[in-house]
């Protein structure tokens, strides 16, 4: 990080934990006057003697330097400094709670005491930017963070304080090295721009910066985590099947990591429909009685087919909820992916059976289906849905009351009517698609 302006900010940061003080640290580092503080007297305390309670490679090292400086001041309280304050970062910790909800209590009350300096803020002192670098559970900034401060400090956001969310993504024992090269940066803005790119602190950065609303923000560093602990459980899964099979588990994990192409990638990783097929759901269910015939309990692996169930439920239900039976439905593509005229263990077979047993017509058309196949895939079609040749797309698409969209022809998408709802399979909850535009992630800068 390095300071985008012609002076430095003045800076404090809330919360000396980990995550606040590799913050404090590395904004005193960059050239900013920053303040570190924290409720607890011990820590102050932990930080001038140089003698934090847990290990962090360079960490005590820069807070040496940065104190010795004196661009770095560790300071017991926030109102003497408040009136100059250009940023103010909230590091607090958020526990679990008894509910497996994060308690956001420690930063209510930290927000309620920064509302109420707020308050007596002159108005016409420069607006204060309120960074949180907490984990913030998915929707409490709008709820309950955002309105609290507003109601402590009497002012609306925009007037003399404006609140973003720039969640740390930083792990223990790495935690300096992890924050000084993020692999993305995250600020989650009331509206976009709101605040200046945090005042350019992270300007010169190598990261690509997202600037998104609050609830991305917040949820994103929830969906990071998760996916490390459930990468973490199927590596272990498929170590216990190796044992199982008398095989080197670590052995294993290398064949497995030497395919970048759609093992280690973003393939398969994007929301849209069903897996299916002739290949994944077969293998699949060939690998658990695998598990089975050595005794083994693989329960994330397990659990992959019912999620799998679920998902073509809530497709089932979203269709629903745009269009009531019966329709008509367009169903575009058959097969069990773009590109290829197969349609075993197709997912769109399944949502046509679920579809027609609400009594949905539903009229369908495959581009790579050639005609001569049609026959015998129009014989495995449930009553209610009409496969269709190329010819008679046009008179199909004309009656449709809504479009599923499982494959994307282009001379297909340019004439479907415009205002004709979409349920696109192949990326979720996209706006229409005839009118997306690629989304805002600005590089850095
Ligand atoms: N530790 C990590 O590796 C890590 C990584 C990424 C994100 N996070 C998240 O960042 C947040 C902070 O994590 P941490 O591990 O640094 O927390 P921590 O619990 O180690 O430190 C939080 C500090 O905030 C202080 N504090 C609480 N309320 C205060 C107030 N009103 N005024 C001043 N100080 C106050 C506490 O005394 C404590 O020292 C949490 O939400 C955590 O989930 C942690």
Not at 262 to 287: Q, T
Not at 321 to 330: D, E, I, K, S, T
Not at 360 to 381: K, N, S, T
């Amino acid at each position: 990080m390095s300071p985008s302006r012609t002076r430095p900010l003045r800076a404090a940061v809330l919360g000396l934990g980990r995550v606040g003080l590799v913050t404090a640290a590395s904004l005193a580092a960059a050239g900013h006057r920053v303040f570190a503080l924290d409720r607890r007297a011990e820590r102050l305390a932990q930080v001038a003697r140089g003698r934090l309670p847990w290990r962090e490679p360079g960490l005590d090292e820069l807070l040496r330097t940065t104190l010795d400086a004196g661009t770095l001041a560790l300071r017991a309280d926030l109102e003497p400094i408040s009136a100059e304050l250009d940023l103010l970062a909230i590091c607090v910790e958020t526990p679990l709670g008894a509910d497996d909800r994060l308690d956001v209590r420690p930063l209510c009350a930290a927000l309620a005491e920064v509302g109420r300096l707020l308050s007596r803020r002159p108005r016409t002192a420069a607006p204060l930017l309120l960074v949180l670098r907490s984990t913030v559970p998915p929707g409490a900034t709008e709820t309950r963070l955002l309105p609290g401060l507003v109601e402590a400090s009497g002012r609306a956001p925009g007037e003399g304080f404006e609140l973003a969310l720039n969640p740390e993504f930083l792990r223990e024992g790495s935690a300096l090295a992890d924050h000084r090269a993020p692999a993305r940066i995250v600020i989650g803005e009331r509206r976009p721009g709101a605040s200046g790119r945090l005042l350019g602190i992270y300007e010169g950065a190598a990261a690509p910066v997202f600037e998104v609303g609050y609830r991305e923000a917040e949820t994103i560093k929830l969906v990071d985590n998760a996916f490390h602990a459930l990468k973490v459980a199927f590596a272990n899964e498929i170590g216990r099947l190796a044992f199982g099979l008398g095989l080197l588990p670590a052995r294993l994990a290398e064949l497995f990591l030497a395919d970048g192409k759609l093992n280690l990638s973003a393939a398969y990783l994007r929301p849209g429909a069903p897996y299916g097929g002739p290949c994944l759901p077969k293998d699949l269910r060939a690998l658990l009685a695998t598990a089975r015939a050595c005794a083994l309990e693989l329960p994330v692996l397990r659990a992959v087919e019912a999620s799998n169930r679920l998902h073509l439920a809530f497709l089932v239900e979203r269709i629903a909820a745009l269009v009531p039976p019966p329709g008509p439905l367009f169903l575009l593509g058959l097969a069990f992916k773009e590109g290829v005229e197969d349609v075993r263990g197709s997912p769109q077979l399944e949502l046509l059976a679920q579809l027609a047993a609400r009594d949905y017509a539903i009229e369908v058309f495959d581009p790579d289906l050639e005609p001569e196949d049609a026959l015998a895939v129009e014989r495995g079609l449930p009553a209610g849905a009409r496969l269709h040749g190329r010819g008679a797309v046009e008179a199909a698409l004309a009656g449709a009351r809504l479009v599923i969209l499982a494959k994307r022809p282009p001379d297909l998408l340019r004439r479907l009517p415009p205002g004709l709802p979409i349920v696109d399979l192949l990326r979720l909850d996209l706006p229409d698609p005839r009118e997306r535009s690629p989304r805002t992630t600005r590089g850095a800068a």
